[in-house]
């Protein structure tokens, strides 16, 4: 499979449990990742400079389409435990306004900072059979300084296959209803989610595990459950991208066997509500 991922790649200033550190990330990089394992993936984003390392990393994802920007997307993440952060805008990348030439089987929009407008998501569904998104980057603030959320309007995401959002976040969209898209995905870090395929409301919880930071996790799940959706029943799917997400949460990466996922994904409960 052919896979297109929209959105910046960040540069993540850590701060947690007294430490500080640097690194790659943003929704678009974490999807992309795992998408990595499904499909070859493309990255359409915007940046200005980064470390040889991550470009090597970015490089290793998938093929690299970058608008030319006169600065990156930075953000500062300050953690009091493992899935509560305080999270700051510093810097901001180019918009990406236009989609690539080419056929993609399936395509994940997943911005950050407000990357993305909603006439390219129209474009999009338009144009591309199988298309998901995340909400997070649609409702957060775009100007420096402590990220706020902000209203938006739902109707822009009808006919996408798959939307995931956090269940804080949800509250923020507006003129939407679960029955506009194919998969809503409602997760809320180790807590009980909500799923809905067509209308029709699921329960599922994650396998809870102790984790030092929860960053990525549920762009890593949006990847993950798009992969095995192209190919999967709904609730195997489900199954499959909580417990892919337990042990990227578990690595910090996505080395590990398909085999593993199977097996921790029968510890993976859903049910119809």
Same mark, same amino acid.
């Given at each position: 499979?052919?896979?297109?991922?929209?959105?910046?790649?960040?540069?993540?200033?850590?701060?947690?449990?007294?430490?500080?550190?640097?690194?790659?990330?943003?929704?678009?990089?974490?999807?992309?990742?795992?998408?990595?394992?499904?499909?070859?993936?493309?990255?359409?984003?915007?940046?200005?400079?980064?470390?040889?390392?991550?470009?090597?990393?970015?490089?290793?994802?998938?093929?690299?389409?970058?608008?030319?920007?006169?600065?990156?997307?930075?953000?500062?993440?300050?953690?009091?435990?493992?899935?509560?952060?305080?999270?700051? #805008?510093?810097?901001?990348? =180019?918009?990406? @306004?236009? /989609?690539? *030439?080419?056929?993609? +089987? !399936? %395509?994940?929009?997943?911005?950050?900072?407000?990357?993305?407008?909603?006439?390219?998501?129209?474009?999009?569904?338009?144009?591309?059979?199988?298309?998901?998104?995340?909400?997070?980057?649609?409702?957060?603030?775009?100007?420096?300084?402590?990220?706020?959320?902000?209203?938006?309007?739902?109707?822009?995401?009808?006919?996408?296959?798959? #939307?995931?959002?956090?269940? =804080?976040?949800? @509250?923020? /969209?507006? *003129?939407?209803?679960? +029955? !506009? %898209?194919?998969?809503?995905?409602?997760?809320?870090?180790?807590?009980?989610?909500?799923?809905?395929?067509?209308?029709?409301?699921?329960?599922?919880?994650?396998?809870?595990?102790?984790?030092?930071?929860?960053?990525?996790?549920?762009?890593?799940?949006?990847?993950?459950?798009?992969?095995?959706?192209?190919?999967?029943?709904?609730?195997?799917?489900?199954?499959?991208?909580?417990?892919?997400?337990? /042990?990227?949460?578990?690595?910090?990466?996505?080395?590990?066997?398909?085999?593993?996922?199977?097996?921790?994904?029968?510890?993976?409960?859903?049910?119809?509500?």
């Amino acid at each position: 499979m052919r896979c297109l991922v929209i959105g910046h790649v960040v540069r993540d200033i850590v701060r947690n449990g007294g430490k500080t550190f640097e690194r790659l990330g943003g929704g678009a990089y974490y999807s992309a990742l795992a998408l990595s394992r499904f499909c070859e993936v493309e990255v359409l984003t915007s940046f200005s400079e980064l470390p040889a390392n991550w470009l090597l990393e970015l490089e290793s994802v998938g093929v690299l389409r970058v608008i030319p920007s006169e600065s990156t997307t930075t953000y500062e993440l300050t953690y009091s435990d493992g899935n509560q952060r305080e999270l700051r #805008l510093l810097g901001r990348a =180019s918009p990406i @306004e236009e /989609l690539p *030439d080419g056929n993609y +089987d !399936a %395509v994940v929009i997943n911005p950050v900072a407000g990357e993305v407008g909603q006439e390219l998501v129209r474009k999009a569904v338009e144009k591309f059979p199988f298309v998901a998104a995340d909400l997070q980057g649609f409702i957060r603030s775009t100007e420096p300084g402590k990220v706020s959320y902000r209203p938006f309007n739902g109707s822009t995401l009808r006919g996408l296959k798959i #939307l995931h959002a956090d269940v =804080s976040e949800f @509250e923020y /969209l507006t *003129d939407f209803s679960p +029955d !506009a %898209v194919e998969v809503l995905l409602l997760s809320d870090g180790p807590e009980r989610g909500r799923a809905f395929l067509r209308g029709k409301e699921y329960s599922f919880q994650p396998v809870r595990s102790e984790v030092d930071e929860s960053t990525g996790a549920g762009d890593v799940f949006l990847g993950a459950f798009t992969g095995f959706y192209t190919g999967c029943p709904f609730i195997q799917s489900l199954k499959r991208a909580a417990a892919f997400t337990a /042990l990227f949460l578990a690595h910090r990466s996505v080395n590990f066997s398909m085999d593993d996922v199977g097996e921790l994904a029968k510890k993976v409960e859903v049910k119809r509500v």
